[in-house]
């Protein structure tokens, strides 16, 4: 069974810095591209970032490019999200989510439960 | 960025009867090289995640009933659940993915009448 577990979500001030982290099972993870989507309350959904299954294309939203970075570490099953520079609009739930593919094309297959990200002062 | 707009933004449909739900992309999404669409639909209960229904237009993803289907083509597309069930009440979107950034319509809310 396909499992993504987010974690690393919390309260931040405005400016500060969070690390999410995605630990996957259930399937071979460095042959899968995974994403980071987001959800702010009642709100619609946000594509955030996604990265290939060996980790060597990375892609952003303008929304988050220069402040936040994705990366995996393929041996460890796990995805993270670095994220800086935060700002009030980055609250949201942060969702990562495997693609069906090891490239990104761009449809999601898996998703986690999501962790909820605060920026407030 | 490609717009993605649905319609209509909540829909209230009888047990048993049929629910269409509409989305509109603001530039056709319609890949040449291969005739295929790269759009789909996802389905979203309260408190949990979005859970794929359909990809490439119309392709069901693994165990979604028969119920749920999608048509369409290049900018207009449709979600269609032939027989409405209680389980059904959702919130649904479509999302492009024929360039970065993908987008996601607004969500449509689906109710039982």
């Known amino acids: 069974e396909v499992q993504l577990v987010e974690s690393g979500g919390g309260l931040v001030q405005p400016g500060g810095s969070l690390r999410l982290s995605c630990a996957a099972s259930?399937?071979?993870?460095?042959?899968?591209?995974i994403t980071w989507l987001r959800q702010a309350p009642g709100k619609g959904l946000e594509w955030v970032s996604g990265?290939?299954?060996?980790?060597?294309?990375?892609y952003y939203a303008d929304s988050v490019k220069g402040r936040f970075t994705i990366s995996r570490h393929n041996s460890k099953n796990t995805l993270y999200l670095q994220m800086n520079s935060l700002r009030a609009e980055d609250t949201a739930v942060y969702y990562c989510?495997?693609?069906?593919?090891?490239?990104?094309?761009?449809?999601?297959?898996?998703w986690g439960q999501g962790t909820l990200v605060i920026v407030s002062s | 960025d490609i717009v993605m707009t649905q319609s209509p933004d909540s829909l209230a449909v009888s047990l048993g009867e049929r629910a269409t739900i509409n989305c509109k992309s603001s530039?056709?999404?319609?890949?040449?090289?291969?005739?295929?669409?790269?759009l789909a639909w996802y389905q979203q209960k309260p408190g949990q995640p979005p859970k794929l229904l359909i990809y490439w237009a119309s392709t069901r993803e693994s165990g979604v009933p028969d119920r749920f289907s999608g048509s369409g083509s290049g900018t207009d597309f449709t979600l269609t659940i032939s027989s409405l069930q209680a389980e059904d009440v959702a919130v649904y979107y479509c999302q492009h993915y024929y360039s970065n950034p993908i987008t996601f319509g607004q969500g449509t809310r689906l109710e039982i009448k």
């Open positions: 989510a495997k693609d069906p593919t090891t490239t990104t094309t761009g449809y999601f297959d898996d």
């Open positions: 259930g399937f071979a993870f460095s042959s899968h591209a």
């Open positions: 990265i290939s299954g060996s980790g060597g294309s990375t």
């Open positions: 530039q056709s999404v319609l890949y040449s090289s291969n005739n295929k669409n790269p």
